[in-house]
């Protein structure tokens, strides 16, 4: 990469966190650094680096995106994730979210359901020598029960329903985000454990293509 495309990239990267993040009323330090120290476009695929910064969410395969910067960093916001707290990141694509909550929280564990991405994202995490995350292929619908529990889980992307059969591997007080769609209308969505249950705070209006293994439970009529 050329010196004059590096600088190109750190003024978008720059101008999106004045621009898109800032005034979406995202104040947390430890935002806002992490999203100025992750280069966004070594975590986009190569074909589309120029608009690594837009203010739109990027495609990554059918059915698959990379969030917008603006929900991105509202998202991080709802779950609070602190410097102490293990993450559990899902369907992260090319590995962004990771580096970013990375930069954020003690661990990540990150699970991507394609394993050409999975594969692609470890590489771009390892070249940004990026040690606290751990990231595999594998069914993100089924979390990591292992690894757990969890401070936050971040679903990058919609779900037809609350994640309930994450919620044993989510601390007691954790929170998942993810974006609930309701038909064609969507809102961003935290929803933090107390006792057995999930309880749903809206954050903010936002669209995703729902992921595969959160779509609505199956429904029969007689």
């Not at 991507?112 to 594998?138: F, H, V």
């Not at 919620?167 to 064609?184: F, H, K, Q, S």
Request: glycine residues 8%; negative net charge; proline residues 8%.
């Amino acid at each position: 990469m050329g010196e004059s495309m590096a600088h190109d990239f750190a003024a978008a990267r720059t101008a999106m966190v004045d621009r898109q993040v800032r005034p979406s009323d995202v104040t947390s330090f430890p935002i806002i650094e992490a999203m100025l120290a992750i280069p966004r476009e070594r975590f986009t695929p190569r074909r589309l680096q120029a608009v690594a910064y837009s203010d739109a969410p990027i495609p990554l395969a059918p059915g698959r995106e990379m969030l917008a910067p603006r929900d991105f960093a509202k998202m991080l916001d709802g779950a609070r994730i602190g410097p102490d707290d293990l993450v559990l990141d899902l369907c992260p694509g090319l590995g962004y979210s990771t580096a970013v909550i990375a930069r954020m929280a003690a661990a990540v564990i990150a699970i991507e359901p394609d394993g050409e991405m999975a594969a692609a994202a470890a590489e771009r995490l390892a070249a940004e020598q990026i040690d606290n995350a751990i990231l595999t292929a594998g069914d993100p619908a089924k979390g990591d029960p292992a690894h757990g529990p969890f401070d936050a889980i971040f679903i990058n992307g919609g779900v037809a329903r609350a994640p309930e059969a994450l919620t044993p591997m989510l601390r007691e007080g954790g929170r998942i985000v993810a974006v609930l769609m309701e038909g064609p209308v969507g809102r961003a969505c935290a929803f933090t454990r107390t006792g057995e249950r999930l309880q749903m705070r809206p954050l903010f209006g936002a669209s995703a293509a729902i992921l595969h293994g959160f779509e609505a439970e199956a429904t029969f009529v007689f």
